[in-house]
């Protein structure tokens, strides 16, 4: 009888440290999901901010491209303001790429709330920062055009 406890235990342990490694198994792949859903607005942001600056939109449109009141206002708005928030994105993005991977690596071994947690908090960061660059491009467009569009 105590020799069949014993194998109970054990097998109880076995069972236990199998379930263990299932769940971590399903924590990093959680961890890898997130760790690219986090990566996706700097990297969207690079490949955008270097089209918009590079290869803007040929004709002003309602469609593609960073559309506002006053980057539509005529051809040479147009043009600045693409180039102005391309190259901010460009920075921006190298900028929100660096830090989200570093603070990511600590989180590998995360459980799945903490995981999430580091998530929402590292992209709505990267929101404030995408959404935020409006205002510069805005203002940027403010003080080199008057309200017309034309050049001071």
């Known amino acids: 009888m105590k020799e069949e406890l014993s194998f109970d235990k054990n097998r109880i342990i076995i069972r236990d440290k199998l379930e263990f490694v299932g769940q971590r198994r399903i924590n990093m792949w959680f961890y890898i999901m997130m760790f690219i859903c986090n990566l996706l607005i700097p990297i969207v942001m690079l490949i955008c901010g270097f089209f918009m600056s590079k290869y803007p939109p040929k004709e002003i449109n309602g469609i593609i491209g960073y559309r506002t009141t006053m980057s539509r206002k005529n051809m040479d708005t147009w043009k600045f303001a693409h180039d102005y928030c391309g190259k901010l994105w460009l920075k921006l993005g190298l900028l929100l790429l660096i830090p ?17 947690y580091m998530t929402l908090i590292v992209e709505g960061i990267q929101l404030v920062a995408i959404l935020g660059s409006i205002v510069f491009v805005e203002r940027a467009l403010k003080k080199t055009f008057d309200e017309h569009g034309v050049r001071r």
């Open 100 to 116: 989200t991977i570093i603070i990511q690596i600590p989180f590998s071994h995360s459980s799945e709330n903490a995981i999430g």
